[in-house]
């Protein structure tokens, strides 16, 4: 379906589900020209997890969408960093015991700068397009101390033994994203329960740092920021007063979200319209946990030979409300479609979106459902529509990818092998070397196709050609 924008254009209506109000709403930008979007993004302090890439896809995603409607110059992409942490702190500590040189300061920016390379490093491995600001907290201690010193005037905030907090009985909706009483909340929550806190639900905007941690100068004392406040600063000083859509992972509602909404709502900022949050992800139908034995990173899988746009293509065969599990199987099938998909757009040019596509991504990017689009036009040979599905997903850029092109270069002579054995069962009658070659690559992981066309194989991600020796 169309719609018509504010600058008289027709354009894909989108539709999105607004965790705020819990429906699916026809998305309406403040400003036509100037959609804005906000999401939480990682504190650098390791390598991203897995489920740290769900978020990035998810919202690269609609970013594409967005900008494919309303224009790429129309819309504005911030995702943060958190380099104000304990995690960052206890690394930076460890090296300064250890012997690294520098000042405690020096070596946290350090470890900061990077785990944010890595961070670049593996996202843009998934196809992820860089937002329009990166925003690190550090940079904004002043924006944060203000605001604070403005809910602080208004009494929606205090202060107390070096620290500032803010007051959640200030705040009449307090509760409203995350459907809960502040009640219950005290009741099921884990809740730091201080001496200087009026409520135990009080949060902390500031706090002191001793000597031996980071600290910036404030009203307060030496200090450094709350999480909160960060997002909300940041926001406020890159998206204005108001802005369109707030993302995150589904942890991130409570108490994260919930506290990022009272602050800035009590500064006297209208804040995000639609608020989106994805599901998290599990791995073969567990939790990923150290435990468990089932917990990788991003550049775990990348090194193991696992192609970034198939990690793409799993995450987002699931919508993004619903929970994600990775399993293998998922990973090996998801391999064996795009090596399919990617030979027969080989060499197209990227064309204009089905509208097809473009009404399932609108519809609260239903990635799943333009997935099963894509299927369809694979078998129509609708390669044109084809290219350009995967490019709005962000599964294919300029050219077709490394891995795809030289696995299928490097089993020629392998299915040559097996046609000629063919042809002499074929004219014998006797099959049984043609089933010994078979299910001997079958057996080493290779997918086996044979029609009246000829012979296709099909080889996984890290294939080691020396796993054939004995096979031909």
Known sequence: MSTTNGTGTTQTEIKLYNTKTRRKEVFEAIKADDVRMYVCGPTVYDRAHLGN???????????????????????????????????????AQKRKAAG?????????????????????????????????????????????????????????????????LFAVESYKEYGAL????????????????????????????WKPSPDDLPGWESPWGRGRPGWHIECSAMAHELLGESFDIHGGGNDLQFPHHENEIAQSKCAGHGFANVWMHNEMLQVEGKKMSKSLGNFFTVRDLLEQGVPGEVIRFVMLSTHYRKPMDWTDKKRMEAEKTLRKWYTQVAGLDTGTAPDAVLALLGDDLNTHGVLTECHRLSTQNDTAGLRAALALLGLLDQKIPDWAVEQAFDLLDVEAFLSDARTTAMETKDFSEVDRIKSALIAVGIEVQMSKDGVKLTAPAGFDRAALEGVL
């Open 100 to 164: 690294a040189d520098g000042t405690l300061e020096e070596l946290i920016a350090e470890r900061a700068d990077e785990t944010i390379d890595w961070y670049h490093q593996d996202m843009d491995a998934l196809g992820a397009l860089r937002p329009d600001h990166e925003p690190r907290a550090t940079a904004f201690i002043d924006q944060m101390i203000a605001m604070i010193e403005g809910l602080i005037a208004s009494g929606h905030a205090y202060a107390a033994e070096g620290h500032a």
């Open 53 to 91: 890439a769900r978020p990035v896809i998810v919202f690269d995603v609609l970013n594409r969408l967005l900008r494919h409607v309303y224009g790429a110059d129309h819309v504005t992409y911030v995702r943060n960093f958190t380099d104000v942490d304990d995690r960052i702190n206890e690394t």
């Open 178 to 205: 995350s459907g809960r009483s502040v009640d219950d909340m005290i009741a099921g929550a884990r809740v730091e329960v201080a001496p200087y806190k009026r409520n135990p639900m009080d949060f902390v905007l």
